[in-house]
């Protein structure tokens, strides 16, 4: 057969195989915002969860994912921040640093699932902390470690080697090239990588399982030692676990979850392409 | 003065490199506990008794524990979502990297990235509203939440991570190959398929792996469209249950400390050294690419 049909062919196929993930993406998107949106009122934002959960609001359910993402991640953050810190700028290419950067790499690859069973072994029952908010912000927060690492490390080294050069060179130390000179100029990366952080604490739904998860319970907490509910696990009580709930519900949480995560990334995607921009190297 | 600072560099230095391990101790600490729950079970049941019995019900009297159903449903989840997600994820790839233009480039990588933002839970839901009466009424079945059902959301859920990273194999490939086939008369295609598939293969090969562990660990998404049947699995269109499914589905009645917890944390331990498994040879795999 003739290359160029055989080509033509090819290419048509490769365009087809992205044209289906983008339609899908499209109309999964598409479908959640036109049947979730009539849901979402003033009253659905702000009510708790009335009868059984068909009907009222999620109010205790955004309010408990809230917390729970902010507490990941002021447990994640300094520790993402400071291991990036010493793979970019201290660790030397050594068998250590090897091992740490597998250990990233697997820490990020542990299913969802096992990070909820090492929760509840470590924090609800080992702990003693039960299954309350602290213990399901330190599980989320280990789960997160290794994208904060990732994105923090690709930010600080991007900053280029000459900067940090003129820097040691008029007599700063180590320690002050880095606080005024390289994360300066890594903030953008690293913003970036926290809000997406972010997001995938939000959406999460098995490591908050056994840790902090409440099926029911239309309250706001009171301490990091409360249960909360938490918006992915209310979507999925109210769709698998509590017969006759209104689609219209469903959509509505559905839509509000999404809406939550997709606006973080949207955050993020923004900050890189406003950063990228303005790179002055 | 100058005492003070050196001071403040050692402790500071030292304090980054705490940071720094701290990876290396979550992985530790993660194995040892489940190890430390998991363990127990096997004063019970034997290992292979475990892995390779046939049935799984753990509340009867004395409770059977054998999970060969449930890593056999795993497997036919995952096998399914790799045949739908391999294909279709590879030649996206390919297309971003090789075919499309910059703007059309653009969109592909955002809406990519997009899918990858969809928590779990509500492409569970999707599915659930979508995908599984339609695989009720195409293949006249008394239930939609099959194995196939499964694979085919799974194979979303793979897709991204196989995009990206077979995508920067791609890229990290010498401009002069290509240029060389092409230079040789090859057409574009040729060059493709026959040069730059061939050079980029370790690192895609990592990237359908990590695709795969992806689809192993996923747990929300499955479990609300499998069907939840712990039995051995003899078609793709009947209900299957996967090991993650198991664990987060019983382990709200397990009680701490019972036979049952034992076990859900032992198939945690199967999880963890089937991820371990995947992500070192992945690793590898990349590390090959780079030299």
Redesign the interface.
């Known amino acids: 057969m003739n290359?160029?049909r055989?080509?033509k062919i090819?290419?048509s196929?490769?365009?087809l195989?992205?044209l289906?993930?983008?339609v899908?993406?499209?109309v999964?998107?598409a479908?959640?915002v036109q049947k979730g949106l009539p849901a979402i009122t003033w009253q659905f934002l702000t009510d708790v969860p009335r009868q059984g959960m068909r009907a009222g609001g999620i109010l205790p359910a955004l309010v408990g994912t809230l917390y729970l993402v902010a507490g990941a991640i002021v447990f994640a953050l300094?520790?993402?921040?400071?291991?990036a810190?010493?793979?970019s700028?201290?660790?030397k290419d050594s068998l250590l640093t090897r091992?740490?950067k597998?250990?990233?790499?697997?820490?990020?690859?542990?299913?969802?699932?096992?990070?909820?069973?090492?929760g509840?072994?470590?924090f609800v029952?080992?702990f003693k902390f039960g299954a309350s908010i602290l213990s399901g912000s330190l599980t989320l927060g280990?789960m997160i470690?290794?994208l904060i690492?990732t994105a923090s490390r690709e930010a600080l080294e991007s900053v280029p080697q000459s900067f940090r050069e003129v820097s040691l060179s008029l007599g700063a130390?180590?320690?002050q090239t880095i606080q005024h000179i390289v994360l300066p100029n890594a903030i953008p990366g690293i913003l970036t990588g926290t809000i997406l952080g972010l997001?995938r604490a939000?959406?999460?739904?098995?490591p908050i399982?056994?840790t902090v998860a409440a099926f029911y319970l239309p309250q706001l907490p009171g301490s990091i030692f409360d249960q909360v509910m938490a918006l992915?696990?209310h979507?999925?009580v109210i769709?698998?676990q509590v017969p006759n709930v209104d689609?219209k519900t469903?959509y509505g949480t559905?839509l509000v979850?999404?809406a939550l995560?997709?606006s973080m990334?949207l955050v993020a995607?923004v900050i890189r392409y406003k950063f990228r921009m303005k790179k002055k190297w | 003065m100058t005492t003070m600072r050196a001071v403040k560099e050692f402790v500071i230095e030292k304090l980054v490199l705490l940071c720094g391990l701290a990876s290396i101790f979550f992985v530790v600490l993660i194995f040892l506990f489940l190890l430390k729950e998991g363990f127990a079970v096997f004063k019970t049941v034997n290992p292979f008794a475990f892995l390779f019995g046939k049935s799984w019900y753990p509340i009867s009297d004395p409770p059977q524990l054998g999970i060969l159903p449930l890593i056999l449903g795993s497997l036919i989840v995952t096998a399914g979502a790799a045949i739908i997600s391999i294909p279709i994820g590879v030649g996206c790839a390919i297309y971003i990297a090789e075919i499309a233009p910059r703007r059309i480039k653009e969109v592909l990588k955002a809406g990519i990235e997009l899918l990858a933002a969809i928590p779990s839970v509500v492409l569970g839901f999707i599915g659930m509203v979508t995908l599984v009466p339609l695989v009720k009424t195409v293949f006249h079945l008394p239930t939609g939440l099959t194995a196939l059902s499964g694979s085919i959301m799974l194979a979303f859920m793979a897709m991204p991570t196989i995009v990206s990273i077979a995508e920067d194999a791609l890229y990290s490939i010498p401009k002069t190959y290509k240029e060389g086939a092409l230079a040789m008369g090859a057409t574009h295609w040729q060059a493709i398929w026959r040069v730059m598939l061939r050079a980029a293969s370790s690192g895609i090969l990592a990237a359908i792996m990590l695709g795969i562990g992806r689809v192993i660990g996923e747990t929300m998404a499955v479990m609300m469209i499998t069907g939840n049947a712990a039995v051995i699995p003899h078609s793709f269109v009947a209900p299957v249950r996967t090991l993650t499914a198991t664990i987060a589905a019983e382990m709200g009645e397990a009680v701490v400390g019972s036979e049952h917890y034992f076990a859900l944390f032992a198939i945690g331990i199967v999880l963890f050294v089937i991820s371990f498994g995947v992500n070192v040879t992945a690793d590898l795999f990349l590390h090959k690419r780079q030299q």
Do not use: D, M
């Open positions: 290359p160029y055989t080509q090819a290419f196929f490769l365009f195989a992205n289906l993930i983008l899908l993406v499209g999964i998107v479908v959640i300094p520790i993402g921040l400071f291991a810190i010493y793979l700028e201290y660790a091992l740490i597998l250990a990233i790499v697997n820490l990020a690859g542990v299913p969802s699932v096992v990070y909820g069973l090492f509840l072994a470590l029952v080992f280990i470690l290794p690492i130390s180590k320690w997001g939000a959406g999460e739904t098995a399982l056994f992915p696990y979507l999925y769709s698998t689609e469903r559905a979850l999404l995560v997709l990334n995607i």
